[in-house]
């Protein structure tokens, strides 16, 4: 089990930053949100994974799970939610101003046409 996630934990990571060294701002959006995903389900599994287990210590002879991080987790999917509105929002202003998605610019400000410097 703890390989199986933790697999899935190196898999997103590497998505993730794949995606985020794209071109195009629809990919880099993707990638910020799998980056997320990623460090949700690192800081899910720092406290544990212990399947049907109270989330309170009831006495000396149960286990228990710890609840600090599934609450540091919903916190940050709250916040990682609202990034990624922000995000959303300034990659469509940045489209309706240049028309474009691209991310590289050249020296003036332009970015290159499609012919020259596609990935």
Do not use: C, H, K
Not at 1 to 23: C, K
Request: aromatic share 10%; proline share 6%.
């Amino acid at each position: 089990m703890e390989y199986l996630f933790s697999s899935a934990v190196g898999v997103l990571a590497a998505a993730g930053v794949y995606l985020v060294l794209r071109r195009r701002t629809f990919p880099v959006i993707l990638g910020l949100s799998l980056l997320s995903y990623a460090a949700n389900l690192f800081l899910f599994a720092s406290g544990r994974l212990a399947l049907n287990l109270p989330p309170v210590w009831v006495s000396a002879e149960t286990a228990y799970t710890d609840p600090l991080p599934q609450a540091l987790v919903l916190t940050a999917i709250v916040i990682s939610f609202g990034m990624t509105a922000v995000i959303v929002m300034l990659a469509l202003g940045s489209f309706l101003s240049s028309r474009t998605d691209r991310i590289d610019m050249d020296e003036t400000g332009t970015p290159p046409s499609d012919d020259e410097g596609r990935a």
